[in-house]
């Protein structure tokens, strides 16, 4: 029977999502340590990252237990399904499906025995753009993929088809085969592994925990679990973890494109992203829009919630004051009800509503973070002008998007992107604003305080910085076709003993 999930989202217009996110991983080696509890709340602070799925994989050195399904993290897990998730090592998974359906089956973590009876076990966030040969590889090596149709198990059956190796040297043999972006966390029974691909695309963090280490997406997850950040995980690095201590390899050198498009949506504002603060970004954004688009205006406010601290900074940087423009009901969900048409026509209300005594009669600086199709701007717009807005000027905290991302932001096609077909003033014109500003990508870069040779930009310029193979060997649901009956389709526990059962 349908249910509603639950899913607390910030889209704005369901019908019509905006960027989705990448997926959140973490990874905890800590003997003596409720490791299951610590991926818990340390997945919890990930939560932005993926809503679709969440699992936990746990190892007490000699067998694997993965606990998985489709929801949010505090509704996949409760104390009883944590409860047999014990032992010293774990990983964990917020899933956004980038490549593969949204199923159970295609849940992470993933778990796989290899001939010698090795359980390794592995999350991923990113997404692969060389799927297609991977594919092949596993074709010839005569790997059967039980169902499964994401990029993330295709790289678990090729480290388990190495049974006369370690894992640690199966993944140097597998890694460097890899092309796109890939933060994983992997397991056997008894070490803990993490790798970064070689453009360190996003982001991977590690961090010292009193009895051991932990590594994850995100440095507000480290802090949630009471970590000390120590360093990211390099771009082309490997690490291990064990009993012995921590190990670093290089699996390919690295050449440095982070996602610039984390700074302004994707990562939590109390992250540091390559040593800068996201909040503080964000700010110097709007500090930034500010300067290259002002205008005469009442009210400076922001859509919630990545709008905010762009706004904050316009406000400061053009003395225009900052204000609260929205309530927003943090509690609604998707839902399987079907309004009517009626209610259907109310919108983004559901999610947002105007202070009408803060708007009436003002002239309005409205921050946002992106334009994707533009209906929401477009419904934004109408609603400040019925709560009695005499000027809506839209200021948007990054350029125009008018390229598709194939390294694990899911975004519209171009096809559908306003910008890809619009000019600014078109993109104006059909959201009914007075004004529009983007801010520049010049500018934009200059707040992250990064090099510009060192970020991905792609998804505003169309300079992809791995290289891509044809259009028909690349896309979401690419290994669909291959789909075998795949089972369970609930949720499940699974168990893989290892070979020091």
Known sequence: MARGDGLLTTELDPDQPGPRDACGVVGIWAPGEEVSKL???????????????????????????????LGLVAQVFDES?????????????????????????????TIRSTEAGTAISLAHNGNLVNTADLLEEIDRLGVDMDGTTSDTHLITALLAARPDESVAAA??????????????VFMDENSLYAARDPQGVHPLVLGRLASGWAVASETAALDTIGAHFVREVEPGEMITVDEHGLRSTRFAPPEPKGCLFEYVYLARPDSKLAGRGVYATRVEVGRTLAGEHPVDADLVIGVPESGI?????????????????????????????????????????????????????????????????????????RMLREAGAVEVHIRISAP??????????????????????????????????????????????????????????????????????????????????????????????????????
């Not at 032992?87 to 956004?96: D, F, K, M, Q, V």
Request: net charge positive.
């Open 171 to 184: 993944a140097e043999r597998v890694l460097p085969k890899l092309r796109g972006a890939f933060c994983l």
């Open 309 to 381: 601290p762009a706004a904050i900074g316009y406000a400061e940087a053009s003395g225009i004051p900052y204000g609260q423009g929205f309530t927003k009901n943090s509690y609604v969900g998707r839902t399987f009800i079907q309004p009517s048409q009626s209610l259907r026509q109310l919108g983004i209300r559901l999610k947002l509503n105007p202070l009408v005594d803060q708007i009436k009669g003002k002239r309005l600086v409205v921050v946002d973070d992106t334009i994707v199709r533009g209906n929401t701007q477009r419904a934004l717009v």
């Open 400 to 501: 125009p998007v008018k390229w598709p991302c194939f390294y694990g932001i899911d975004f519209a096609t171009r096809a559908e992107l306003i910008a890809g077909s619009l000019d600014v003033d078109g993109i104006r014109s059909q959201i009914g604003a007075d004004t529009l500003g983007y801010v520049s990508q010049e500018g934009l870069v200059r707040a992250t305080e990064q090099p510009a040779s060192r970020l991905c930009m792609a998804c505003f310029d169309g300079q992809y910085p791995i290289e891509l193979p044809a259009a028909d060997l690349i896309g979401k649901h690419l290994l669909e076709p291959n789909r075998r009956a795949a089972q369970p389709t609930e949720a499940s526990t699974q168990v893989r003993e290892g070979t020091n059962a």
């Open 39 to 69: 991926t818990y709340f340390g997945l919890y602070a990930l939560q932005h990252r993926g809503q679709e799925a969440a699992g936990i994989a746990a190892s007490d050195g000699s067998r694997t237990v993965v606990y998985k399904d």
């Open 81 to 109: 399904t944590l409860a047999p998730l014990q032992g010293h090592l774990a990983i964990g998974h917020a899933r956004y499906s980038t490549t593969g359906a949204p199923t159970w089956e295609n849940s992470q973590p």
